[in-house]
Antibody, heavy 118, light 107 residues
């Protein structure tokens, strides 16, 4: 069974850092592009970051460029999002998702909540 | 950037109704368009990919059409479990973008 399980969310103060993880199972992570997508409370879906299957190509939304870093460890079947200089507006549920571009169906995890507040 | 605009933003309908949600891209995305359903507290659930392909396990009352810049999601014979928020998403670019969502409410 294909699964994506996010972890690492929690409460952090403005200016702080947090590292999210996404554990993949039921498929070979190295074959897929991966993304992070977030959803602020009561708001719509916002793409955050993309990483190619090999990890050589990384892209970021303007809202997180320079503060967030996406990475992957295919040997550990894991995806990561390092979030620095966090702001209140980064408060959201963060989802990892497999393969959201192209013509093939993607797959989403259940999300982890990040709350940035003093 | 590919901007995605959904309409309407909200919609009231009754069980058994047929509803249509539209999504317009700011430039051509061929058929690189996905549709999701989301219920409160849950992750988005893929309904349609590549504009018109029904995801496995999704009821046949859901269908998608369109290409280029204009797309539609149609739900025939609404069921109680269909009342949710629906999003379109362009998959043409690796920098994906979503529509703002359409909230489908019970009339």
């Amino acid at each position: 069974e294909v699964q994506l399980v996010e972890s690492g969310g929690g409460l952090v103060q403005p200016g702080g850092s947090l590292r999210l993880s996404c554990a993949a199972s039921g498929f070979t992570l190295s074959s897929y592009e991966m993304n992070w997508v977030r959803q602020a409370p009561g708001k719509g879906l916002e793409w955050v970051s993309y990483i190619s299957s090999s990890g050589t190509i990384k892209k970021y939304a303007d809202s997180v460029e320079g503060r967030f870093t996406i990475s992957r460890d295919n040997a550990k079947n894991s995806l990561y999002l390092q979030m620095n200089s966090l702001r209140a507006e980064d408060t959201a549920v963060y989802y990892c998702a497999r393969g959201l571009s192209g013509s093939y169906p993607g797959f989403w995890g259940q999300g982890t909540l990040v709350t940035v507040s003093s | 950037d590919f901007q995605m605009t959904q309409s309407p933003s909200s919609l009231s309908a009754s069980v058994g109704d047929r509803v249509t949600i539209t999504c317009r891209a700011s430039q051509s995305i061929s058929t690189y368009l996905n549709w999701y359903q989301q219920k409160p507290g849950k992750a988005p659930n893929l309904l349609i990919y590549a504009a018109s392909s029904l995801q496995s396990g999704v009821p046949l009352r859901f269908s998608g059409s369109g290409s280029g810049t204009d797309f539609t999601l149609t739900i025939t014979s609404l069921q109680p479990e269909d009342f949710a928020t629906y999003y379109c998403q362009q998959s043409y670019s690796t920098s994906i973008t979503f529509g703002q969502g359409t909230r489908l409410e019970i009339k």
